[in-house]
């Protein structure tokens, strides 16, 4: 029996890292790059709610000072359909916080997501979940108050804020190490992997819950008591 359970772990193993060298090789001609090492790189972000941001060290490192208020901060850039995005983090604050990549968001009515003619946003997650936008999100990070430690992501898709996949355990709760975060996404199949091991990998069959989102921004969000840090955030069209 124990035999079996080793083999059964190594074929996993296995899988992870074929899924991994898969999505590494299908990288196509870069999109955008950005090291978020400095206020000047950050130029034509936007803050929503009242998140903050320090540059040291090549990193940048955002928080709500006083753990006023969730926060999310929109890279202007607009994306493909398809795509492969990387980024680093590192935990300051390992007792309590949250980390969401939102991503494909735009307005219900294919409005740029920073429109004035949109409804004015300040990180209360109801304005991004069941407001007037629409957008894919996935939290690989979580260790609030309430669900201390939580072992697995979420892939919600929203408006709505459907949960379409619970996933594996996102990053450690308690790790401050540096870890490398990779989102791919090829039209409709969405996949997440920490460090090359995979978190989420779901089929959207752009029916139950209405059609494939395709272009739109990337925002980061984190909940008021987080403090990670970010850098060398890529994107990638997909390799044809």
Sequence with gaps: MEILKN????????????????????????????????ENE??????????????KDGWLCMFSPEEKSHHVYWCPEEFPESFI???????????????IVFFSAEGLNGEDILSARLKQRNGNFKHY?????????????????????????????????????????GIPHNSEGIHTVRLVKDSGH?????????????????KKFGTVLGT??????QMKWTRFEYRNFNLYQLAQ
Aim: hydrophobic fraction near 35%; proline fraction near 3%; charge should be neutral.
């Design 7 to 38: 083999t059964s772990a190594f074929l996993i193993f296995l899988s992870a890292i074929a899924t991994s060298s898969f999505a590494q090789n299908l990288k196509g001609d870069l999109v955008y790059s950005n090291t978020l090492s400095s």
């Design 42 to 55: 950050l130029k034509g972000w936007t803050m929503e709610g009242s998140g903050q941001t320090e540059y």
């Design 85 to 99: 995005a990387e980024w680093e983090v590192r935990n300051l604050h390992p007792e309590a916080g949250l980390c």
């Design 129 to 169: 979940t069941k407001g007037d936008i629409n957008n894919y999100h996935i939290s690989y990070y979580a260790n609030t108050p309430t669900q201390k430690g939580r072992p697995f992501a979420h892939l919600r898709k929203n408006i709505g804020f459907h949960k379409v996949q619970t996933g594996e355990a």
């Design 190 to 206: 969405i996949q997440l992997f920490i460090d090359d091991r995979p978190v989420i990998d779901w089929q959207d069959d752009g």
């Design 216 to 221: 739109g921004k990337i925002g980061f969000r």
